[in-house]
Nanobody
Framework: QVQLVESGGGLVQAGASLRLSCVASGRTFNEYYVDWFRQAPGKEREFIAG????????YYADSAKGRFTISKEFTKATVYLQIDNLKPEDTAVYYC????????????????WGNGTLVTVSS
């Protein structure tokens, strides 16, 4: 079992940066990859980026390359999502997810979800 808790969202001005955190726990948490998704009002859930716990391998949605950076600290069981130059279009609930499969870039094989953290970007 894996539990995931996101934090770091809030209300920010356009152009600001945020670093979101996802803390994983549970006996088997390190057997999963961790992905970040977001869901804006009226939109479907969208993949952003993912990572494994070991090594430097990361994978991104094409649309996320540039302003989004995923990283992790294994000793803290925490995965981060850095978002730079936030835009109003980034307003969404951001979720992390535990996935048995690396690089699938969709919700199809997600095993566990966090409850999300809300990012609101004002202009």
């Amino acid at each position: 079992q894996v539990q995931l808790v996101e934090s770091g969202g809030g209300l920010v001005q356009a152009g600001a940066s945020l670093r979101l955190s996802c803390v994983a726990s549970g006996r088997t948490f390190n057997e999963y990859y961790v992905d970040w998704f977001r869901q804006a009002p009226g939109k479907e859930r969208e993949f952003i980026a993912g990572t494994g716990w070991i090594g430097d391998s990361q994978y991104y949605a094409d649309s996320a390359k540039g302003r989004f950076t995923i990283s992790k600290e294994f000793t803290k069981a925490t995965v981060y999502l850095q978002i730079d130059n936030l835009k109003p279009e980034d307003t969404a609930v951001y979720y992390c997810a535990a996935n048995r499969v690396a690089g699938i870039r969709s919700t199809a094989r997600v095993a566990y979800w966090g409850n999300g953290t809300l990012v609101t970007v004002s202009s």
